[in-house]
C-alpha cells in the first residue's frame, strides 16, 4: 500500500475504501486514513478523514465507534468553522441525525442525553437556517422507541407539516419511517401505500429499497398478499445479504421464513451470518435479530425438530431447543437494558410480542430453499477457557503433539503457535527438531533444508526413524516439485537404513511407516506424472466432476499395460509393503490407521490405472471407511468424491448419491468452498437425474453459495446458477428461475461453459419470460439463443428456438416480426424432415395472416398448405404404426384450426358488415358469403371428426372438442336438430367421466342445447 504524500492521495485513498464492502476491514483502513491525513497537517483533510471514519461506522457493525469521531468534529467546528469547505459544514449539521438514531440504538446512553442532543441538535440548525423538518423526525424516532404514542403522534405530524429542505432525509428513508409507524398503528395497507414510490423504483438510496422491502414482509402476509411477499423476500434478501451494518432487515427476512412454513430456510439465513449472533456494536439490532432467532427456534421446536443441529453462536453446537432458551434469554436482557435506560416497559413488550406471533402462512414456496432436513457442519470443539496469562511454552508442546498424534486439521497451527513463543528459548534438541518439521511442512520447496535440518536435530536426539522420516518427507517435496526421478534417489537410503534399524529393533512401526508410506507416494507421483497423458476410462460417457479441494496425492483414472505395468507393479509393491507392516499394529494409534486407509486408496488409484474400476470402487470404499473409523472423516471427502465418480461411471447412481452425501457430511466444516461447491454440483445433477428438482434446486443453490465464497463466482458459480435455474424451471417457478437466469447469463461463456449452456440459459429464461407474460423480452432470449445454435452442426434446437421466438414475438403483438420467424423455423423443419414442425409453423403463420389487413386468402392458403403437408408426409411415411398414429392426430388437428380460422373469419366478416345503422341485410351477399365459410369451416370440423374417430379412445378429447365446435357451427347454420345431436353424443361419450376436461366438454355440451331448445322456442 503507498503512502498518501499529499491531499489528493487522500482523498483518492479515501474514495477507494468506500467502495470496499462494509466491515471492519473497511473500518480499519479509515482509521488508518486519519493517522494519515493528521501526518498531512492539512486541517480540511483530518476534516474529511473524520468525516469518512464516521461514514463507514454508520454503515457497519460497529455503529458505536461514531461518537468519538463526531465529537471531535463538532469541537474543531465550534474552535474554528472557517476550517470546513461548504460540503463539510453540510456533512457535520447532516450527521447529527445519525447521532440521535446512534445514541437510541446504545442502551448505556441515558435518555437525559438523547433529549439534551435532540435540543443541540434543534439549537444549531436553526442558528444555520435549517428547517424543523429533520429536527421532528428525531424526535418522533426517540418517542416512538420509548413508546410515547401520543408524544410520536404530536412530532410524526409536525415533521410531516416542516418544510423539506437540504437536512431533510431523502424521500426513500422519510417515506420508510412514515410507512412503518403506519404499520406500528396496525395500519398496513397506508404502510404499502406509502412506500410505493420506493418499491417501484422512484426513490432509493445506500438502503432503501432494502429496509422497505424487508418492512413490508409481515404486512403484506397479514394482508394476505402472499405472492408479493414472496417476491419482496426473494428481492430483497439478495440486496441486504451483503450489507453487514443490516442486521435488523436481514432479521426480518428470517422473521418472515418463520412466519410463511419456511423454517429450513431461516436456518440457512442463520448460517449465512455467524457473525450476528455476536456483533455488539449496535444493540438494537441486534435486539431485532435475537427475538427472530428465537421465534425460528420455537417454531421448529413446535415442530419437532428440538434436537436439530442448528447454527448459532460459535464455540459450540446448538440444537433448535437450547438457541432458542438462549436467543429469548439475550433478547430481553437486551430489551430490559433499553427499558432500564427508558423507564418504561415498551422495549420487553414489543420484543415478548414477536418471539410469540404465530404463522401467518402454512407454507409459502419461495423457489429456493424448499422443505427440507438441515444438516448444519459440526462445529469443533470450544477450546478451553484462556487463562489470563499466555499458555506456557510446555502447554503449547504437549497440545500441538497431541493434535499432531491425532492428525487434526488445526495442528499446524498449534507448531506455528509454539514456534512463536519458542523464539529465544533454549530447546532440547527433540524439541527443536518437531518445531522444524512442521514448519517445513507449510513451505512447500522452500521447506526441503528445514526438513534436512529437522532429521539432523532428530538424529541428535536419538531419534534415528524420524530422522530418516525426515529425510523422506524432504524426498517426496522433491517429488511434489516434479522431481520424481531426484526423489527416488534421496529416498533410497532411507528405505534401506530404517528396514534394518525396524529389524534390529532400533526403531518403531510409526517411523517405519512414515519411509515406507514416503516412498510409496514417490512412487505414486511417478505413475501419474508418466501416465498423465492417457484419458480416463469412461470419459466419453461424461463422468462427474471428480476431486474436491482437499489435497489429493493421486491422479487420474487411466489404463494400464504395455511398458508402463513395471511401474504400476513397483507403486503396488511399494504400498502392499505399508499395508503388511501396520497389519496388526494399528490398534489406537490414528496414525497407522491412517497410513493403513491411505495405502487402500493407493491401491484404488493403481486398479483404475489398469482399467479394474469395479475393484478400484471397492477399495476407495475401504479407504474412506478407513478414515472415518479413525476419527479422521474429512480425510475420507477426497476418496468418497472419487468413488462417487467411479459409481457414476459404472451407472450405480444410488452408491453415487450415498458417496456424494457422505463426503458433505464428513467434510463439515473443513471442507474448502470449492470442494462443497462441486460436491453439491454432482448431487444436484444426481438428484435431479432421479427426477427430485426441489432437492436438486436445494443442492444447486448451496453450490452457487459455496462458489461465491470460494471466489469461484463467474465460473463455477455461474454453472450452478444455470443449474438451479432449470431446476425452478421444472417447478414452473418462473419468477425466481428468471432471477437466476438472468445472474447466470452475466457470467456464463463460451470459453468456460460452452455456448451449449448458454444456449440453454437462454432458453430457459425465455420460457420463464413467456410464462410471465414477459413476450417481447422472451423473444429476445429465444432469438440470441437461436443464432447461436444456428452454426451448430444438429439444426434440431436452432429450428426450435426459431420457433419459440416466433411465438413471443406474436404475443407480443409483432406480427410482422413473427411471420419472419416462422418462416425461418418451417425453412428448418422442412429441411431436417420434421413434417410436425413445419405443419405448425404454417399453421401459426395462417392464424397471424388472419389478423392481418385483407389476410384472409393467405391465411386460407397456409392452412390448406398445412393440410396438404400432412397427407404428404402420411403418403410417404415408413411402415411404422407410431409414426403413422402421431401423422394422423397432426392432420386431425390441422383440419381442426382450419375450421376454427374460417369459422373466425366468417365472424369478423359479419362484424365489418354491421355498419352504423345496424347489421345488414341478412339476405344480402355478405350473408351468403358468411355462410358459405361456415360451411367450409363445418367440413373442415367434419374432416377432424372423422380422423380423431379413427385413432380411438386415446384422442376422445380432441374429436369431443371438434365435435362441440361442429355442433355450434351447425347451430349458427341454424341447424338445430344436428347441433343438438351433436352435443347428446359428446355427453353420452363423456358420461361418467370425472376428468375435467371431461366435465369442461358435458358442461359446454349443455350450454349447446339449451342454446338450441332457446332459439327453437323463439
Not at 489470563?388 to 493434535?403: K, N, S
Not at 521447506?447 to 529425510?471: K, M, Q, V
Request: proline share 4%.
Amino acid at each position: 500500500m503507498s503512502e498518501i504524500t499529499d491531499f489528493d492521495g487522500l482523498r483518492q485513498a479515501m474514495a477507494e475504501n468506500s467502495e470496499e464492502p462494509e466491515g471492519p476491514g473497511r473500518n480499519a483502513r479509515a482509521e488508518q486514513l486519519l493517522v494519515e491525513a493528521e501526518r498531512l497537517n492539512i486541517p480540511l483533510g483530518v476534516i474529511e478523514a473524520l468525516g469518512h471514519q464516521l461514514k463507514v461506522y454508520n454503515y457497519s457493525s460497529e455503529k458505536d465507534k461514531m461518537f468519538v469521531p463526531f465529537a471531535r468534529l463538532l469541537r474543531m467546528w465550534d474552535e474554528r468553522p472557517e476550517d470546513f469547505d461548504e460540503y463539510e459544514t453540510h456533512s457535520l449539521h447532516w450527521v447529527f441525525k445519525w447521532m440521535s438514531a446512534g445514541m437510541l440504538d446504545q442502551p448505556h446512553i441515558p435518555l437525559a442525553s438523547v433529549e439534551k442532543w435532540l435540543g443541540e441538535m434543534e439549537h444549531r440548525y436553526r442558528l444555520a437556517g435549517h428547517s424543523e423538518r429533520a429536527v421532528r423526525s428525531a424526535e418522533f424516532s426517540v418517542a416512538a422507541h420509548i413508546g410515547d404514542v401520543a408524544r410520536a403522534d404530536r412530532a410524526y405530524a409536525a415533521w410531516l407539516a416542516a418544510d423539506r429542505d437540504s437536512m431533510a432525509d431523502c424521500h426513500a428513508c422519510e417515506l420508510h419511517g412514515q410507512g412503518w409507524w403506519q404499520t406500528e398503528r396496525g395500519r398496513d395497507a397506508e404502510a404499502l401505500e406509502l412506500w410505493g414510490p420506493v418499491l417501484t423504483g422512484e426513490f432509493s438510496c445506500a438502503h432503501e429499497p432494502h429496509t422497505i422491502l424487508s418492512a413490508s414482509l409481515a404486512p403484506l402476509l397479514r394482508l394476505g398478499r402472499v405472492d408479493e411477499a414472496r417476491a419482496h423476500h426473494l428481492r430483497g434478501f439478495r440486496l441486504v445479504r451483503a450489507m453487514e451494518s443490516m442486521r435488523g432487515a436481514y432479521a426480518s427476512h428470517v422473521e418472515f421464513c418463520a412466519l410463511t412454513g419456511n423454517e429450513a430456510r431461516g436456518l440457512e439465513l442463520l448460517a449465512e451470518r455467524p457473525e450476528y449472533f455476536t456483533d455488539g456494536g449496535q444493540p438494537r439490532s441486534g435486539l431485532s435479530f435475537m427475538t427472530v432467532v428465537a421465534l425460528l427456534m420455537d417454531r421448529l421446536t413446535e415442530l419437532g425438530l428440538g434436537d436439530q443441529r442448528v447454527p448459532g453462536p460459535a464455540g459450540r453446537a446448538w440444537t433448535a431447543r437450547d438457541l432458542a432458551a438462549h436467543a429469548r434469554g439475550e433478547a430481553l436482557a437486551l430489551a430490559a437494558r433499553f427499558d432500564g435506560r427508558n423507564g418504561t416497559g415498551y422495549v420487553s413488550e414489543r420484543a415478548r410480542a414477536r418471539m410469540a406471533q404465530r404463522p401467518l402462512v402454512e407454507r409459502l414456496p419461495l423457489g429456493v430453499r424448499s422443505v427440507r432436513t438441515v444438516s448444519v457442519p459440526a462445529v469443533a470443539a470450544a477450546p478451553a477457557s484462556a487463562s489470563p496469562q499466555e499458555p506456557d511454552l510446555a502447554a503449547l508442546l504437549t497440545e500441538a503433539r497431541r493434535l499432531s498424534d491425532t492428525l487434526q486439521p488445526n495442528a499446524g497451527d498449534a507448531w506455528a503457535a509454539v514456534a512463536l513463543a519458542a523464539e529465544g528459548v533454549e530447546l532440547t534438541a527433540r524439541d527443536q527438531a518437531e518445531i522444524a518439521d512442521h514448519r517445513a511442512m507449510d513451505l512447500g520447496p522452500e521447506g526441503i533444508p528445514l526438513f534436512e535440518r529437522a532429521a539432523e536435530l532428530y538424529a541428535e536426539a536419538d531419534d534415528p526413524g524420524e530422522a530418516l522420516a525426515a529425510h523422506t518427507r524432504a524426498a517426496y517435496v522433491h517429488a511434489l516439485a516434479g522431481h520424481v526421478d531426484e526423489a527416488l534417489s534421496a529416498v533410497t537410503g532411507p528405505y534401506d537404513e530404517i528396514l534394518a534399524l525396524y529389524a534390529e529393533g532400533e526403531t518403531g512401526v510409526r517411523q517405519t511407516a512414515s519411509v515406507l508410506m514416503g516412498r510409496a507416494r514417490i512412487l505414486m507421483r511417478r505413475v501419474q506424472e508418466g501416465d498423465a497423458a492417457l484419458e480416463e476410462p469412461g470419459a466419453d460417457e461424461e463422468p462427474l466432476e471428480g476431486p474436491t479441494e482437499i489435497d489429493r496425492s493421486q491422479g487420474d483414472v487411466s489404463p494400464g499395460g504395455g511398458s508402463f505395468a513395471p511401474v504400476l507393479a513397483e507403486a503396488e509393491t511399494a504400498v502392499r509393503e505399508v499395508l503388511a507392516l501396520v497389519d496388526g499394529h494399528i490398534g489406537d494409534d490414528v496414525r497407522l490407521a491412517a497410513r493403513a486407509a491411505e495405502a487402500q486408496a493407493m491401491l484404488a488409484e493403481l486398479a483404475t490405472r489398469s482399467g479394474d474400476v469395479e475393484t478400484a470402487a471397492e477399495l476407495f470404499t475401504r479407504a474412506a471407511e478407513g478414515f472415518v473409523g479413525a476419527g479422521l472423516p474429512w480425510f475420507a471427502v477426497e476418496y468418497e468424491a472419487r468413488l462417487a465418480a467411479l459409481a457414476h461411471h459404472l451407472g450405480d447412481l444410488a452408491e453415487t448419491e450415498r458417496a456424494l452425501r457422505s463426503a458433505l457430511e464428513h467434510g463439515g466444516p473443513h471442507l474448502e468452498p470449492t470442494g462443497r461447491t462441486q460436491l453439491h454440483l454432482q448431487l444436484a445433477e444426481v438428484v435431479g437425474g432421479r427426477g427430485e428438482a426441489e432437492e436438486a434446486a436445494e443442492h444447486a443453490l448451496e453450490a452457487a453459495h459455496w462458489a461465491d465464497e470460494a471466489g469461484e463466482g463467474p465460473t463455477l458459480g455461474a454453472w450452478a446458477r444455470h443449474q438451479l435455474g432449470g431446476f425452478l424451471v421444472r417447478q414452473g417457478r418462473w419468477a425466481e428461475a428468471a432471477e437466476v437466469l438472468e445472474s447466470a447469463l452475466t457470467d456464463l461463456s463460451v470459453e468456460t461453459h460452452g455456448d451449449g449452456a448458454i444456449v440453454q440459459t437462454q432458453w430457459w429464461l425465455g420460457d420463464c419470460l413467456s410464462e410471465l407474460g414477459e413476450h417481447r423480452e422472451a423473444a429476445e432470449r429465444r432469438l440470441q439463443a437461436a443464432e447461436i445454435a444456428r452454426h451448430w452442426p444438429e439444426q434440431h434446437d436452432h429450428a426450435t428456438l426459431a420457433h419459440l421466438a416466433a411465438e413471443s414475438l406474436g404475443q407480443a403483438g409483432l406480427p410482422a416480426e413473427a411471420d419472419r420467424a416462422y418462416t425461418r423455423a418451417g425453412d428448418l423443419w422442412r429441411a431436417l424432415d420434421n413434417v410436425h414442425g413445419l405443419v405448425r409453423s404454417l399453421r401459426a403463420r395462417a392464424w397471424l395472416a388472419l389478423r392481418s389487413e385483407d389476410g384472409t386468402d393467405a391465411a386460407r392458403e397456409l392452412m390448406a398448405g398445412a393440410v396438404r403437408e400432412c397427407e404428404a408426409a402420411l403418403g410417404a411415411a415408413p411402415d411404422d404404426e407410431e409414426t403413422r398414429l402421431r401423422l394422423v392426430a397432426e392432420r386431425g388437428h390441422t383440419h381442426r384450426q382450419f375450421g376454427d380460422l374460417l369459422a373466425r373469419s366468417a365472424a369478423e366478416d359479419t362484424e365489418n358488415a354491421e355498419g352504423p345503422e345496424g347489421p345488414a341485410d341478412p339476405a344480402g351477399p355478405a350473408d351468403v358469403s358468411v355462410r358459405t365459410v361456415l360451411e367450409e369451416a363445418l367440413a373442415q370440423m367434419a374432416e377432424a371428426i372423422v380422423v380423431f374417430s379413427a385413432l380411438g379412445p386415446e384422442v376422445l378429447p380432441s374429436r369431443t372438442g371438434a365435435e362441440l365446435a361442429a355442433g355450434w357451427l351447425e347451430a349458427d347454420l341454424s341447424r338445430p336438430g344436428d347441433a343438438a345431436a351433436r352435443a347428446r353424443a359428446v355427453l353420452a361419450a363423456h358420461a361418467g367421466d370425472p376428468d375435467e376436461t371431461a366435465r369442461a366438454r358435458r358442461s359446454e355440451a349443455r350450454q349447446l342445447l339449451d342454446v338450441v331448445e332457446q332459439r327453437t322456442a323463439g
